[in-house]
């Protein structure tokens, strides 16, 4: 009976083949003849030719190179003498082994030691041999690899943790429960503990509450969405750029967290100032206009949702032009600083004060309370911006002219309620400065008038529309009629004639009164000119000229090219410049006066008296004539208050040896006064309206006492226009 515990010869032979075929060397065993018996896997594997395919071939088919070798005299000594045998590349200098592999292609065994055991046929003569290889090439290269592997390994992961020690950033590596695996020195000190302290602890226990809860946020994020998170941190007085990296292990699962906090706090800093220094006006401190917009756009989306009122207040300074003009730009500097202060002192802490540029101040409101609590903060600051700047005679007052939009009644939006807020602040300077002015509908509609208006204006010189009327002015010393002044009008294609009033300020805003007073000017000229050629005895035109003008580039070119073009002598053009219009700007103005001086243009200074100026400056202006403005003559005769004023005029005028022209002389009684005053002129209804040309020369003709008088400068005395003259000057 078969032991059933024992393995059958079957088996045991299975387990035999199974163990040949798992060894890590060749295994061949051939018969007498040399075919192949056994070929195991090892053989399959570094021939690349199957069992199936090497058994029953004889041996020298597979290994080409064996006729006539050692490794030939090898086999048939094992298989006829019973002799083993050992083959080594380095021992016999052997070639390579090569195989001839099943697809026809040739593998070699660049360094094979082969073993040969003869073996014996049980009970038979039917002997074969084992041959055992061992390719030796494979297992030294393999460990030679491996050694250099695992030197370069050790050389890389010391460079890493040299860097990783001298990296000046935070590095902790934590696993996936949030505990430190590992960290620099940086980490250490940042965590102000030592190394063998932290490792092992959960990162989040070392940060303070509102840190640990943002990283672990963050730290949540990168494992749930195994992408790396970037955030700011702020611990302290500094700033930290944190990013996390998830770090897969070798199967793709996030074992580890890779931190890295870099300190950031000099870089914000920089960017903190660049941004003050980008949205900050340089000279008050104060935010700007690209900052104030931000800021309104914020105010009006927290109002919409909020439903509260923000309100927006333009200021501009009145008079500002003055004091950096006549006190220099370091008092306008500090003047600014002033109103900037004061400002900032009148409004409340959620209110923004912004300078816009020039004299220009915007305070946003917010939250802005209804229109009367807006209404007393304004009263405050043009209280609070009633000043008097600059010392003794020099002192100037200074006012401020304020307007108020209001979101959400004005317009929604930033752009909407700053033109609003600036359209009441012009309304508000119109109405006579020193005021504010809250935005209405009517202001709208004035303001789309203007710009119809000014569309219309804008054609009015190229379609021709303009035309000019002379009015005229006499001697009240020769009687004769000494010059006229030219007075444009506007022939309005639907309006009719327009008188100056209803478009020069227009004209003086958008600066379409250069190309109007240069018309003017070519007309008057052309004029000038085509009586001379008729032979009409002369008549000096006074030409009105605005500041824009004035200032133009190219102005005194413009009069001299002018005169030229037109042959008209000198004495027969003079310039008109108002009294404010010379203020504006003094040391311009006098510039230019002096070049048209020099040209020998003379110059009347118009309106004169109306201006907020002191009158020392006079004296050192090339001016020819003093025109007294209307506004002193009109109702002379019957009330005296102005009377003193006009005799201050006139002896200022004569004391600088110039010639005095009183306008809006309407009555009889007017002349008699201006007289007795020692006005030189007279210019008004009284005598004539301003006419057009042929108005004019009928006008001419008919009174006939025309002459040149510019000259006169000769004391009046008592010498009183005669009755008869006078009247027949008269309408
Ligand atoms: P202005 O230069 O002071 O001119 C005198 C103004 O007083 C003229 O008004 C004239 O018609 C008016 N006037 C003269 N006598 C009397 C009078 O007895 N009673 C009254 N009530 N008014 C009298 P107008 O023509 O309406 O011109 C107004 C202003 O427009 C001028 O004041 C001048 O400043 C400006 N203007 C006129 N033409 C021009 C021009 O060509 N260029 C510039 N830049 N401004 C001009
Ligand atoms: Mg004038
Ligand atoms: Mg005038």
Not at 84 to 105: C, E, F, I, N, Q
């Amino acid at each position: 009976m078969n032991d059933p515990s024992k393995y059958t010869t079957g088996e045991v032979d299975a387990l035999l083949h199974q163990g040949i075929d798992k060894a890590d060397i060749g295994y061949i065993v051939i018969d007498k003849d040399t075919r192949v018996l056994v070929w195991n896997k090892w053989m399959e594997h570094a021939s690349g030719r199957l069992q199936g395919d090497a058994l029953n071939r004889p041996l020298a088919e597979i290994f080409p190179e064996i006729r006539d070798s050692r490794l030939e005299d090898a086999i048939s000594n094992a298989l006829e003498r019973g002799m083993a045998g050992l083959l080594s590349a380095k021992l016999h200098r052997a070639p390579p082994l090569t195989l001839r592999r099943g697809d026809g292609g040739i593998a070699r065994l660049t360094n094979p030691v082969i073993i040969l055991r003869p073996l014996s046929g049980i009970e038979t003569d039917r002997h074969g041999c084992l041959i055992q290889i061992i390719d030796e090439t494979n297992s030294a290269t393999r460990e030679k690899t491996l050694r250099a592997q695992a030197i370069t390994l050790r050389a890389q992961e010391e460079q890493l943790r040299t860097l990783f020690e001298a990296i000046n950033d935070t590095v902790l590596l934590l696993d996936e429960n949030g505990h430190i695996v590992a960290l620099n020195d940086t980490a250490c000190l940042r965590l102000s503990g030592t190394k063998p302290d932290i490792l092992g602890r959960s990162f989040f226990d070392l940060l303070p509450t509102p840190n640990a809860l943002t990283y672990r946020r963050y730290f949540n994020a990168v494992i749930d969405s195994r992408t790396p998170q970037r955030f700011e941190d702020t611990l302290g007085d500094g700033t930290y750029l944190v990013s996390m990296y998830p770090v897969p292990n070798g199967q793709g699962r996030i074992q580890r967290i890779a931190v890295l906090a870099s300190d950031i706090t000099e870089r914000k800093l920089f960017e903190k100032r660049i941004f003050h220094l980008a949205h900050h006006d340089a000279l008050t401190g104060l935010p700007n206009r690209a900052y104030l917009l931000d800021r309104i756009e914020h105010a009006i989306n927290v109002a919409g949702r909020t439903r509260r009122r923000v309100g927006l207040v333009f200021l501009d300074l009145d008079h500002f032009k003055a004091v950096n003009d006549t006190m220099g730009h370091d008092s306008g500097d500090a003047l600014l600083k002033t109103v900037a202060n004061k400002l900032t002192s009148v409004v409340r802490a959620s209110d923004t004060v912004a300078r816009m540029g020039g004299d220009e101040f915007v305070i946003l409101l917010e939250p802005a309370g209804q229109d009367q609590d807006i209404a007393r903060m304004m009263e405050r600051i043009i209280a609070a911006l009633d000043l008097r700047w600059g010392t003794g005679a020099d002192t100037v007052r200074v006012t401020t002219s304020i307007g108020v939009s209001v979101f959400p009644d004005n317009g929604n939006d930033a752009r909407l309620l700053m033109k609003a807020a600036d359209t009441a602040m012009y309304a508000a300077k119109s109405e006579g400065r020193n005021r504010f002015q809250f935005f209405s509908e009517e202001m709208t509609i004035r303001t789309l008038k203007r710009l119809h208006l000014e569309r219309e204006l804008r054609e009015a010189v190229p379609n021709d529309e303009f035309i000019v009327h002379y009015q005229p002015k006499i001697c009240f010393e020769s009687n004769l009629i000494c010059g006229a002044e030219a007075l444009v009008r506007w022939r309005h294609p639907e309006r009719g004639l327009l008188a100056p009033s209803e478009f020069i300020p227009l004209a003086e805003d958008t600066g379409i009164i250069v190309e109007i007073g240069e018309w003017v000017l070519e007309r008057v000229c052309k004029q000038i000119a085509e009586w001379l050629k008729v032979g009409r005895a002369p008549l000096s035109i006074a030409v009105n000229v605005s500041p824009r003008q004035l200032f133009s580039n190219n102005f005194v070119d413009f009069v001299t090219k002018c005169l030229e073009r037109y042959q008209v002598p000198l004495k027969f053009l003079q310039i008109e410049i108002t009294e404010n219009a010379i203020m504006s700007d003094l040391a311009k103005a006098t510039l230019i006066l002096l070049k048209l001086r020099h040209l020998g243009i003379s110059i009347a200074i118009d309106d004169f008296g109306t201006g907020y100026s002191s009158l020392s400056y006079l004296s050192r202006l090339p001016i020819d004539v003093i025109k007294i403005d209307r506004s002193f003559v009109a109702g002379l005769a019957d009330r005296n208050e102005n009377l003193e004023i006009i005799n201050a005029i006139v002896s200022l005028g004569r004391s600088l040896k110039m010639i005095v022209v009183a306008e809006g002389i309407e009555t009889i009684k007017d002349v008699n006064v201006l007289t007795e005053a020692c006005c030189h002129l007279g210019q008004g209804y009284l005598f004539a309206k301003p006419m057009a040309v042929a108005d004019l020369e009928k006008w001419l003709d008919a009174k006939g006492y025309l002459g040149d008088c510019w000259g006169c400068k000769k004391r009046i005395d008592g010498d009183l226009l005669d009755d008869q003259g006078l009247k027949k000057l008269c309408r």
